[in-house]
């Protein structure tokens, strides 16, 4: 069951002439009651490269056995928002659910555009009730008018971190709550990389653009704290 149809969830192919569902984080299988998310591989060290990403060897922790694991999808998601911004386009609700896994391409598509919106400069006069909280940033949760597209980037830096560590970073109740969340426990032990996109100044965090220049899209980056 999708749970969750609406106009916004519906993504027209302009050159297939059909329409595609999209964002099913309400989803639920016919009777299989959800579970809680635990992680079920861990990642050892790197044994091939193909075309799609890089393969490392893994142990599935309910089996015991090795497995491949192959690092990949990232890059694509920030490309989609690389693009996006390039097009002075903000999503302004990037989280889990709105992310569809392509398993033919091998690749991710950014869905429910929602609470996009085109944007120009000087910026200004956008409404702060936007973004998901779990993964608002603290410029637009302090009541800020004047943003752009770091709102898109701590977005992200929050789905990476919430990969790395299997739960949501930041899960506060209330914009109060999760600003304090934000700043008690900013100084995770997360990647370098992570960190950049969580900068708490908006003007100093590091933009779609250059991360995609970043050593963690390497095939040969190792994570650093």
Not at 50 to 62: K, T
Not at 163 to 174: I, N, T, Y
Request: glycine content about 6%; aromatic content about 12%.
């Amino acid at each position: 069951m999708h749970r969750d149809l609406k106009p916004s969830n519906l993504l027209l192919d302009l050159y297939a002439s059909v329409v595609k569902i999209a964002d099913f984080g309400l989803a639920r299988e016919f009777h299989n009651p959800l579970r809680e998310y635990t992680p079920k591989y861990q990642m050892g060290e790197v044994i091939g490269r193909g075309a799609h990403g890089v393969v490392h060897r893994g142990l599935d922790l309910e089996t015991n056995q090795t497995v491949a694991i192959k690092k990949t999808h990232s890059k694509h998601y920030k490309y989609g928002v690389s693009y996006c911004h390039k097009r002075r386009i903000l999503h302004r609700d990037l989280k889990p659910s709105n992310l569809l896994l392509d398993l033919n391409g091998y690749g991710v598509k950014i869905a429910d555009f929602e609470w996009a919106k085109k944007f120009d400069i000087p910026f200004g006069g956008h409404t702060p009730e936007v973004v998901t909280l779990s993964y608002r940033p603290p410029e637009i949760l302090l009541g800020s008018l004047v943003y752009s597209t770091p709102v898109d980037v701590w977005s992200v830096g929050c789905i990476f971190a919430e990969m790395v560590m299997r739960r949501p970073l930041f899960d506060g109740r209330s914009k109060i709550g999760q600003l304090t969340k934000i700043f008690r426990c900013f100084y995770v032990n997360l990647p370098i990389f992570i960190q950049e996109m969580l900068c708490l100044d908006p003007a100093r965090r590091i933009s779609a653009h250059d991360a995609l220049e970043h050593a963690y899209f390497n095939d040969d980056y190792d994570d650093v704290h």
